[in-house]
């Protein structure tokens, strides 16, 4: 594989932070990617406080045909406002010059300086055609994305761009469509179209879709010099960067936050270890989903997207189809294409948290006629509430908002109780679990529960549905009363494994992907 950047595959351009020469030098993991195929380092010059023509050669001599070289304007994110026009092409030109067997592979240049371009240009006047640098005319909106995207790359490719850059900054996902316009539409020269920040990151992950040079990635635990930067493990590994096709489907989980979501860790490893085409983004939505669901589906291929909070009752909107559990419950959490184009919506929390305390209890029909204390009637509340009773559950529902688990029980049965009144509510009544599906004990609210250690009925399994922390406060507290404990994670992995089901017809191991959701939660626990 080729590192040419003119060549046609996409590769990753590693970034990194560091004010020194040195220091870019001394960094052991820069050296190991950069000595890989494919994988491209830019060296952003305006960071390096102590930069000299000689630490410059130094730089160059090291990674020798696969630097990017940027000097960026201090208007344009520069590190350095010190630095003059003069300054910034002196560097430019003399890394050009060396050609791109001795110096780099690119050189970025901005949009707002063409008139300076003429100057690099005469600085590799001496070298043969194929050991000029690809020159990337680059264009960055820190702020929005502009409506003259259009017109912003005709003037790149009329500046004599070999590859046009347009990084722009979306406020909300759907806010990045005049961008997924532009990477969509051919050019005359190659387009690498950034939307930065957690609301474009798509444009990133799926960068071989749109045939982008390059995408730039950061370094393992730095932040990388853009906002919304994968690292380039993450963009290698899970989301098979060099493996992507524009064919693949696309599968995707929407909600606000969303950074720290497992879903893209779950589905794209289901996706690899099923051996089946397809990458499952994070796509984090500020606004209206149903709006960013209308306008993106086509573009990128959707085929299923995962719901989680806000948007769960919102994104029935854009569905035509609606299964029983969806109907009763009021909120999805998964959304399926089918061939027509229209999507139908489907709650898998139901079934997989019902599952996971059955078998807690015994087992196949364990839940009938057992008397059940739900915690919470929102979202997952009703979704266990419906789950629990469709298997003979019988439940005590215990809410902040009497109203809301009044609701519950005007749906699917039930009695309702304010926290305070617990345990004076269960007396006498052989409560067989405790389900809660309050946020209470979810970090970085760790000292938090429901119930204190009084409030737990004796000898009932208590259920967490929260599985970040997996060890909740009410979890603990039960356990040192002698409580038998589930925590969420079981109804986490069950969830997916009914979405993916339902999107491809197959399903991976669910012990490999328990354990692979409890190691990525033990790592964030360290
Ligand atoms: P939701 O619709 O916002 O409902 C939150 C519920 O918690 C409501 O009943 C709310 O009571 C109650 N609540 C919130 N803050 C409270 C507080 N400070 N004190 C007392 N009650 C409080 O959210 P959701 O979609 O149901 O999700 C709730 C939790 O379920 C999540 O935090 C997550 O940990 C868990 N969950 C887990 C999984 C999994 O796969 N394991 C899946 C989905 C959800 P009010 O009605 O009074 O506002």
């Known amino acids: 594989m080729s590192r040419n950047p003119k060549n046609g595959a996409s590769l990753i351009c590693v970034c990194c932070h560091h004010a020194s020469a040195e220091a870019v030098l001394a960094d052991k993991e820069l050296r190991r990617v950069a000595g890989r195929e494919r994988f491209l380092v830019e060296l952003r010059l305006d960071l390096l406080q102590d930069l000299t023509d000689a630490a410059l050669d130094r ?69 043969r055609a194929d050991q000029r640098p690809a020159v990337v005319v680059s264009f960055h909106d820190f702020q929005r994305v502009p409506d003259n995207l259009e017109t912003v790359r005709r003037e790149a490719e009329e500046a004599g761009a070999d590859i046009v850059k347009i ?27 950034l939307a930065m920040g957690e609301c474009g990151s798509w444009s990133r992950f799926l960068a071989p879709r749109f045939s982008a040079p ?24 899970l989301y098979r960067f060099f493996e992507q096709r524009p064919t693949w489907p696309v599968y995707g989980v929407l909600g606000n936050p969303i950074a720290h979501s497992l879903s893209p860790l779950f589905h794209n490893t289901a996706l690899r270890e099923c051996r089946l085409p397809g990458v499952y983004l994070p796509f984090r939505i500020n606004g209206d989903p149903v709006v960013f669901i209308q306008s993106f589906a086509d573009a990128l291929n959707l085929r299923g997207l995962s719901v989680t909070i806000p948007h769960k009752e919102r994104v029935l909107a854009a569905c035509d189809g609606h299964s029983p559990a969806v109907s009763a419950i009021g909120a999805a959490n998964t959304l399926t294409r089918n061939a027509t184009g229209s999507w139908s919506a489907e709650n898998t929390d139901a079934d997989a948290a019902t599952d996971a305390l059955e078998e807690k209890l015994g087992g196949p029909d364990s839940l009938r006629g057992k008397t059940i204390l739900l915690l919470g009637a929102g979202g997952a509340g009703k979704a266990l509430g419906f789950g629990l009773t469709q298997r003979g559950a019988k439940l005590l529902i215990a809410n902040r908002t009497r109203s809301r688990a009044q609701e519950v029980a005007d749906a699917v049965g039930g009695t309702v109780f304010g926290f305070e009144e617990l345990p004076k509510a269960f007396a006498g009544i052989n409560v067989s679990a405790v389900v809660n599906t309050t946020p209470l004990g979810m970090h970085p609210k760790v000292e938090a529960s429901p119930l204190s250690a009084e409030q737990i009925p004796a000898g009932a399994v208590v259920f967490d549905t929260i599985y970040n922390p997996l060890r909740t406060k009410l979890l603990n507290l039960a356990q040192e009363r002698g409580c038998p404990t589930l925590d969420g994670t079981a109804m986490f992995v069950g969830q997916g494994l009914k979405q993916f089901e339902l999107w491809t017809g197959q399903r991976p191991s669910s012990k490999r992907m328990a354990e692979l959701i409890r190691e990525a939660l033990a790592r964030r626990a360290e």
């Open 59 to 127: 730089l160059l001599d090291r990674f020798a045909g696969q630097a990017l070289v940027t000097c960026r304007h201090p208007a344009e994110g520069g590190g350095r406002a010190d630095l003059s026009d003069e300054q910034r092409v002196h560097w430019l030109c003399r890394a050009a010059a060396r050609g791109t067997e001795r110096g780099p592979a690119a050189i970025d240049f901005e949009l707002r300086s063409r008139s300076l371009l003429p100057k690099l240009r005469e600085s590799v006047s001496a070298l």
């Open 167 to 193: 990084a722009v900054s979306p406020r909300d996902t759907a806010d990045g469509l005049p961008l997924l316009k532009l990477v969509t539409t051919p050019g005359r020269r190659p387009l690498i179209g």
């Open 214 to 237: 390059w995408t730039y990635a950061r370094l393992e635990g730095t932040c990388g010099t853009a906002p919304g930067q994968p690292s380039w493990r993450e963009l290698e590994e």
